[in-house]
Structures are given as C-alpha cells and as structure tokens.
C-alpha cells in the first residue's frame, strides 16, 4: 500500500484543532471511498449473477409456472410439496447419505495419508506423491464420472481385479445395481476430493510448531497420543476448511451423478441438484424447482455454519 | 489520484453494460409477445389465403412459399439423424437460394430447450419436436392446417397424421389442428443375429408368442443371451418389450387412447397386466443382460453388433446402421400374436418436425416439408439413409432397396402394420414428464425385483393422472 498524497496538509499543528479534524474526517472519508471504489465491480458482478438470482428463484418459489405460460401465485405451496412429497423428501435423504462419502472419507482418508506422508516419505516421493493425490481435483468432472462409469461397469476394470483374486461372485454393474449405486457415486466422489483434503492437512500439519511435539514426547507420549493431543488440535481450521468444502459438494452434487447414473437405477441415486434439473426442464414445474433449491440453500447453510463455528472456536486459544 | 479516475472509469464502463442489457431485454420481449399476438390474430387469414391458392392453383409453387431471395432457414434437429441433414443438403442443391443454418442436439436436451428455443428472438424454422402437447398448450407451434389445405395433405393417409393432432389446449392427442408433420414414420419390432440363430437352430421366425418364448429358453439353455436391452440412466428401454407384449394380449386402440390423453384412458388394464406379468417372467428367467439397468442404449447397440445377444427390441432407425456394419447378418420380425394368423401391432411414430409460431420463413419450411414427401429424390434419400417408411401419399412408390438388406426387411412389415392397421405411438409419450419421472424409475425397479407388475401400472397411471391434469 503505497501513501497516496492528499489535499490535506501535512503539518496539522500549522492549523487550529477544529480545522485539524475536519481535515482528518475528509481523509478517512477519502480512504473509505476509495476502498469502496476497488470493490464495487467485483460487487457488481456478484450482485448480478448471484445475488440477482437468488432474489429471482425466491420468486419463482412462490408461483406455479412452466417457464412460458403466465406464472400464477401458490405461495408456499411448492415448500409444502417439497417436505411432503415421499420422492423429493427421499432425494434430500439421498445428499445426505453422499456426505459420508464426500467428506468421511476425504477427511478421514486424508488425514492418515497426510500423517504418513508428512513423517514418513522422503521429500521428493512426498512431492510427487501430493501431484498425483490432486489430479483428481484437475479432472473435469464429467471426464471423471465417465471414466469412472466405465471402471465400475460389468467388465470393468472393478470387476476384473476382484475376479482376479477370487471375488468373482462379489462382481455386479456397481452403477446399475440398487443397493450399490448410491455407494459407487460417492466412492466417485471420495476419489475426487481425496487430494483437495490431503494436500490441505498436510499444508496445516507443516505449521504446527514442532516444539509442541518436542514436549509431547518428553512428556512421554506415543504416535497415537501425539497425534490426538498436538497434530489434531493445530490442524482444526484446516478440517474445518475440508469438512466444509466437501459437504457442499456433497450436497449440490450435480455433474458426477448426472454423468454416471442421471439419478437411477429408479430414483436410487436421484440427488437435488439433479432434481431440480429435471423438475425445472423436463417437468416444466420451475416453481418446485426453486423451492428445492431454496431449502437445498438453507440445508447447506445449516450443516455449514455449525461447523464454522466449532472448528473457529478454539483457533484463538 | 490517477488511480481513483481509472476505478471511476471502470467502474461506470460496467455500469453502462449492465445497464445496456436491460433496456435491450425489455424491447425483444415487447417485439416478441408483439408479434406473437399479430401471428395468431394472422393465422385465420392465412388459412383463408393458402385456402384460396389452393382452389385457384394446384399447389403453391417454390416462389410463392420461399421467394426468389437468398434466404437462410434455421433448423434444430437431432444428433445422430444423418437423413434430415442429407435432405436439407439435397434441397439446397434443387433450390440454391435456400441455405440452411443447423444446430444439433440430443434429443434431451431438445426436449428441455424446446419452449425456450420456440419462444426466443431467433426461433427455428425447422425443427425436431419432443412431445408436442405441453408446445401446443404454450402457443409455440405454427398450426399447420392452412398448409394441410394448401398442400392437399388430405391424401396421405389420415393414421400417419393422428399423433401429432391435438386440441389447441394441447390435449387431447390424435384429433384437431396439425401442428407438425412427420419426415419419415418408423417402426419397432424384434431384430436378431443371424449367426446365433443358426447355432441355436433357429430356421424361421416365430409366429406366436409361445414360439418366442420357446426360442427364449433354448438361447438361455445353449449359454447366449437372449436379449440385449438397454435401461439404464434415464432411458427405460424395457418399455419397447413391454409396449410390445401389451399389443400382444390387447388391442393397441386403448393404448393409443392412453398415449393421446383421450378423457378415462388408462393404462392400469387386465391385458396390460398380463402384459407385464409376461415380461417379469422372461427376467426372472434371466433372459435379459443380468446389467441391463446400468446399459444405455449406445451399449447395447455396442453389445449386439459384437455378438453380445440374440434379439434386441429395436426400431427401425438402426436398418441403415446395421446394412452397414454387419451386413447380411441381421434379420427382424413383427413381433408374434398370441395365436396364429392374429394381428400385428408395433410402435410406429412420425419423425415429428414442426415450424415455430413466430418462425421467420414458415412457408418455406412447409414448402420443404412437402417436397420431402413427395418428390422422388427426397424420397429416395429418406428410405435410404433414414431407414423407414417416408409416408406421404400412398400412390407414389416407396423407393426400392437391396432385396435381404434389414432395410427391406421393415419396409416390408411396415406395409404389414399398415394393412393391419397395428400402428400405436410410444407409451413413452403420454405426457412430457411421463418417461424420466415414471415409466423408467418404475422398469427399472420390476428388472431389479423391486417393484411389481400390478405396481407398475398403478404407479404409473397416478403419475399420468396428476400430470395431465396439470397440462404437462
């Protein structure tokens, strides 16, 4: 930030105090202005392509409308539908059911990969190791989901390798299969946003202090204590990072499943954002639509804030 | 303070964008709604007029609907339909002035653009329709009646026309104005490989539905697979056999009546639950690919043309397809009646091709789709590279193909079903939403052993009921 010259004079005591102030203000006034100036295009754009259509889906929440015809008034009819209507209450089910997947996993997953790369593998293997953990995260998704679409098909590169050691009985179409499909596309899922947590983790376990793991061990703890006591604890902003990007993924996932399954076998792996898709361009029912989207929006934002809040809770003790 | 004048520059050069994209917005919505309303208050006097060229001479002439002027139509067809783009090619090099501007999509992604695409500032002349009801109901379509008058369409034969008639509020289906018109009209049935027919013994086609199955049985017993279908994703592809076997116990007018929304059809019918108790007996006997529910139908075509199945239940758009990547070596039959000597019936739909209600170069379309069923290259492409029947009158001929070639195999069934008059639309079409949300959850969950046959057709005619009832 370099100091910008200003119309005030610099020398206040040349000026009486009253003056001296309103001099001062003007120059806060100045600097606030201008802060306001770098921010307003990057606000505008927000405000129209965020903001803007979220006021609009709210509005299209309270209307039946088909996207052509005049919309007519429902009011909240549409969030009544969404709670009640045994198919769109089972797809909320659905989202949630893929946050295991999408965040248990990756964080779970990443920790211990990140543990064991950070203490035990030499630093060229551990670079190495960090690139090829995060292609998945460069992938497109679509490439992703088609890809993986393949592996799990019947003569898949799945099915080979269980048949190859014995679990030929075990083999099935792993996205067709009601039971499994589900699974699968988090297991899709969990691939995808693996690298993002482990490379996270291990960016915050290097910022521990390593003199707290000093006096951990001459306190006498073991690998297990230390991480519980010391790793765990410093690295809590870092999983609060993780748990909440992979839970919004969890539940606006869109382009996997729409990629592998487009929400069946029967609506097994039907999720909201697929729902709202096929409500709003294939139903034509744009009002249900933005209602989901609404409560999918209010869901997001109730599973996000608690853990904000518990995992910024102790960061300034 | 330079710095401050930069932002300020920026800053109002954004503004003035976004500001530039409002007006203009308005201005297109008020020209469109206005000419929307001048096109409907327009169509009574141009059935007058086209009326009046009609009685005064034969049929409007090239100069007449297209005019002498390079003109550029815009068509919004479907990917992998090689036979429409052939046509416009072939129109092009008859009529040079006319050149066409063709974008191309797949067919879901038709359905979902439909009423934004018809409605929008640059709509298509030309294009292939989903199902027309919820179109028709939103004033999209141009009602083609004055052409059917000026065009004397009235020849062809008024079965080919029914499906895409409907009443001005959409449904119900098969009577009223026309508001598309089919390319060409294709056909279902039952298509075979004839190299594993052979090593199972197979010698003729069979004629009832107990030969089927016997054939059936034997193809599982000698270790290939009976049948290769696709119904996986969002594609249930189970519904061709089960549309099939429901004309078998039944006759198809109750289920063209349910099709066309007609006032207390329904689908939930003893035939039809003999129907689908039969198809649940050929899964469980294990008859179908075990992955069928995670096939998509570009896998299952794969399957068949590497010998991954005996019989696919198939239309006839593939004809041309598999002439030529497995020549001689595909055969197809009618699916068989109950008993000897009983009637046919199979799914056979239009290629359904409409004019938007506010297209630039309507006459013209018209003028195109007329030509495409009546004159003799057009004709000849058509069967060609479409594979199916070209419509049109009945008198000129249907041009002739290589004799053995699957082509000339549902060529020849489809005069079959014409004399039969066995001819049903797809009970996919019933309404907008009826396949994604209904048909194919509800065949997927019979194939997986999770759902019923009763429960399947009292599933889907809830779902039929409510969403007719709100104009889906």
């Known amino acids: ?317 | 303070m330079s710095k401050m004048r930069i932002l300020l520059a920026v800053w109002g050069v954004a503004a003035l964008a976004v500001a530039a994209g409002g007006p203009r917005g308005a201005v297109r919505a008020a020209t469109v709604s206005a000419i929307t309303s001048w096109v409907h208050q327009g169509t009574t006097a141009e059935v007058a007029a086209f009326g009046a060229i009609g009685r005064a001479s034969s049929l409007p002439t090239f100069q007449s609907a297209c005019g002498t002027k390079p003109v550029t139509m815009e068509g919004y067809f479907e990917t992998g339909f090689p036979d429409i783009v052939d046509l416009t090619q072939e129109f092009t090099r008859q009529y040079p002035n006319v050149k066409w501007h063709i974008r191309e999509d797949q067919f879901a992604i038709i359905t979902q653009n439909a009423p934004l695409t018809l409605s929008g500032p640059n709509p298509p002349d030309l294009m292939r329709l989903p199902q027309v009801s919820g179109l028709v109901h939103d004033r999209l379509l141009k009602n083609l009646d004055g052409y059917f008058k000026a065009y004397h369409w009235d020849r062809f034969p008024s079965s080919q026309l029914a499906s895409i008639r409907a009443a001005p509020s959409g449904r119900p289906r098969g009577s009223g104005p026309l508001w598309a018109m089919g390319v060409n009209f294709s056909l279902t049935g039952v298509f075979y490989n004839k190299t594993l027919a052979a090593k199972i013994g197979m010698t003729t086609v069979p004629t009832t539905l107990a030969q089927l199955d016997a054939l059936l049985a034997k193809a599982k017993a000698a270790g290939i697979t009976p049948i290769v279908q696709f119904n996986g994703g969002a594609t249930g592809g189970l519904l061709f056999p089960l549309q099939q076997l429901m004309a078998v116990y039944g006759p198809p007018g109750p289920i063209n009546d349910w099709i066309f929304d007609k006032p207390g059809a329904t689908i939930d019918t003893p035939s039809n639950l003999a129907a689908t108790e039969h198809l649940q007996r050929w899964i469980k006997a294990g008859y179908f690919n075990a992955d069928a529910n995670a096939t998509d139908y570009p896998t299952m075509m794969s399957k068949f043309e590497h010998g991954g199945g005996l019989l696919i239940f198939d239309g006839d758009w593939e004809s041309g397809n598999f002439d030529k990547v497995m020549p001689g070596k595909v055969g197809f039959f009618l699916m068989p009646p109950l008993h000897a000597g009983g009637k046919h019936a199979a799914m056979s739909a239009p290629l359904t091709y409409g004019i938007a209600a506010t297209a630039k170069h309507a006459d013209c379309a018209a003028f195109f789709l007329n030509w495409v069923a009546t004159n003799p290259t057009a004709r000849k492409i058509n069967v060609a590279v479409g594979g199916s029947n070209p419509g049109g009158p009945p008198d000129l001929p249907i041009p002739a193909v290589k004799p053995g070639s699957v082509t000339a195999q549902t060529l020849a069934a489809g005069k079959v079903i014409a004399r039969e008059n066995g001819a049903m639309d797809f009970i996919a079409n019933a309404t907008g939403a009826i396949y994604a949300q209904a048909w194919t959850p509800e065949v997927q969950k019979l194939f997986a052993g999770r759902e019923t046959p009763a429960g399947v057709l009292t599933t889907v005619q809830a779902a039929y009921v409510k969403q007719v009832a709100s104009g889906q």
């Open chain 1, 1 to 317: 930030m370099t100091q910008t010259t200003t119309s005030a004079p610099r020398d206040y005591r040349a000026l009486s105090r009253e003056s001296a102030s309103r001099a001062l203000q003007v120059r806060v006034r100045d600097v606030r202005l201008r802060g306001w100036l770098y921010v307003l295009p990057a606000l505008a754009a927000y405000g129209l392509f965020v903001l803007w259509p979220l006021i609009q889906t709210f509005k299209y929440s309270l209307y039946l409308w088909d996207g052509v015809a005049p919309p007519q008034w429902t009011g909240l009819d549409n969030f009544k539908t969404v709670f009640s209507d045994p198919d769109l209450v089972s797809v909320l089910e659905h989202a949630f059911e893929l946050i295991i997947f999408f965040s248990g996993i990756p964080v779970v997953l990443g920790l211990a990969v990140a543990t064991v790369m950070q203490r035990l593998a030499p630093r060229r293997l551990s670079a190495a190791a960090r690139t090829v953990l995060f292609l998945p995260q460069v992938v497109p998704l679509v490439a992703a989901g088609i890809a993986w679409s393949w592996v799990l098909s019947t003569s898949g590169v799945v099915n080979q390798a269980l048949s190859a050691i014995g679990f030929g009985g075990v083999t099935r179409a792993w996205l067709g299969d009601f039971g499994t499909a589900l699974p699968a596309v988090g297991m899709i899922g969990a691939w995808v946003l693996l690298g993002l947590c482990t490379v996270l983790l291990l960016t915050g376990m290097s910022k521990i202090d390593p003199a707290l793991y000093e006096a951990a061990q001459l306190d006498g703890a073991g690998a297990v204590r230390e991480f519980v006591a010391v790793t765990l604890p410093g690295l809590r902003q870092e999983i609060g990072v993780c748990v909440t990007v992979t839970v919004i993924a969890a539940l606006s996932a869109f382009d996997i499943v729409y990629i592998s399954t487009r929400g069946g076998p029967g609506n097994a792996t039907m999720v909201p954002g697929l729902m709202i898709y096929q409500l709003a361009f294939f139903n034509r029912e744009v009002g249900l639509a933005s209602a989901l989207a609404v409560v999918l929006m209010v869901l997001v934002l109730v599973c996000i804030l608690p853990i904000q809040w518990l995992t910024r809770k102790g960061s300034d003790s």
